[in-house]
């Protein structure tokens, strides 16, 4: 479970706020960079959550 500190309470990060990531990734022009964001964020999330399926966050972010 990804969880963020704000303040000194914890909360968790939910399906809406990895959407959320990955929409923006959506805007970036760019497909290398895209994609090299995209990856960015995979792998800290997955760092975060053994159960992050990395290969469909990348493949739903870098669709254009």
């Known amino acids: 479970r990804l969880t963020y500190v704000d303040g000194?309470?914890?909360?968790?990060?939910t399906r809406k706020?990895?959407?959320?990531?990955?929409d923006v990734?959506?805007?970036i022009k760019d497909e290398t960079?895209?994609?090299e964001v995209?990856?960015?964020f995979a792998v800290r999330l997955k760092d975060q959550n053994p159960r992050?399926?990395?290969v469909r966050f990348i493949s739903e972010s870098c669709r254009f």
């Open 17 to 22: 706020d990895f959407e959320l990531i990955r």
């Open 52 to 54: 992050f399926n990395t």
């Open 25 to 27: 990734i959506r805007t």
């Open 38 to 40: 995209a990856t960015t």
């Open 8 to 13: 000194n309470k914890e909360i968790a990060v």
């Open 33 to 35: 960079t895209r994609h």
